[in-house]
């Protein structure tokens, strides 16, 4: 579906029978904006993300109505023709939580915090067979201090063929995806790399793109971490770096990075108690009847 093709959204008007648009969330101009909307079926506020793409906007749907975690932004359905009902999220992003802090950059102990909580949510994102593909602060809101990974508009099945197109942030995006390689769950590891890196020094990892070179992550090897910031410990600096390697497969995986990062957190309370050991805890798939009866819920009547 084009844009011209987009039914045209008024502030004060109403999307179906029972939204009223009240104000657009996104400030910034975006493919797919998204607007706080009152539903009066629910006398509560939701957010409301109209896509340009039919598809798109059943496919965000689809995968997040599968998903299931307080990190990540709770879906309520799809609306035809492009429209995805999501949790309204009060709070800032977490580039512009970045920014309020002192110095531009967080606490070591409470960005390794946020950085377990969005590795969680990856987590459960990959058990359920998607990849997000765009993790980054401006795709995190911090509601209350916790952190909440949203915007699933470049997500791609883990067994899908992969576009002609590289999906995310160019800033973010891991070496293979920008080059149209196969992405995997190293991919969104990469991405959560450089968005730990920002946290901790309030700059990423790589200059940005130019003409000649528009993704330097490619061929180029990312700033040392400690060049930055020297007080990061050692151990910090090479969990980091290990994230960013060039090759996926010398990353860390989920379930080994969260606990490494859970060690170093030094002040404040731990993420899980001392004496549990996390661990991952394989899913059986769903049933096809349950996975059809899930599809059907998207609908909003």
């Known amino acids: 579906m084009s844009k ?15 939204l009223t648009v009240i104000a657009m969330i996104t400030k910034q101009i975006t493919v797919d904006p998204v607007y706080l909307v009152w539903n009066h079926s629910t006398w509560c506020p939701m957010a409301c993300k109209a896509f340009r793409s039919r598809r798109r906007a059943r496919r965000e749907a689809l995968a997040l109505s599968s998903l299931r975690h307080p990190n990540i932004v709770r879906c309520f359905g799809h609306l035809e023709p492009v429209y995805t009902l999501m949790e309204y999220l009060a709070g ?14 967080m606490s070591i102990s409470d960005a390794i915090r946020v950085a377990i909580h969005i590795g969680a949510a990856l987590e459960h994102t990959h058990a359920h067979g998607f990849l ?33 197109h590289a999906e995310g942030t160019d800033r973010y995006m891991s070496p293979e995806e920008a080059s149209l390689g196969k992405a995997t769950e190293a991919s969104d590891v990469f ?28 061929k180029e ?8 910031r020297p007080a990061i410990p050692a151990a910090l600096e090479r969990i980091v770096h290990g994230c960013l390697e060039r090759q996926p497969g010398d990353r860390p995986s989920l379930a080994q990075l969260l606990p490494d990062l859970n060690k170093l957190i030094t002040t404040g309370p731990r993420m899980w108690p001392a004496n549990l050991k996390p661990h ?13 009866r899930e599809k059907r819920r998207l609908a909003i009547r």
């Open 132 to 164: 997000h593909l765009d993790v980054k602060p401006a795709n995190i809101i911090v509601m209350n201090g916790r952190p909440v990974l949203f915007d699933f508009g470049s997500m791609r099945e883990k067994d899908a063929v992969r576009p002609d």
């Open 280 to 292: 991952r805890r394989r899913r059986a798939p769903l049933p096809q009847t349950t996975a059809r």
């Open 4 to 18: 011209s093709h987009r039914p045209r959204i008024r502030i004060g008007g109403k999307l179906g029978d029972d």
């Open 221 to 228: 090897t990312p700033l040392r971490l400690r060049q930055v």
């Open 92 to 105: 800032p992003t977490l580039q512009a939580y970045i920014g309020m802090q002192r110095h531009g950059r």
């Open 191 to 218: 991405s959560l790399g450089v968005t730990l890196f920002e946290m901790l020094t309030g700059r990423r990892p790589f200059r940005d793109g130019t003409r000649r070179l528009p993704r330097p992550q490619i």
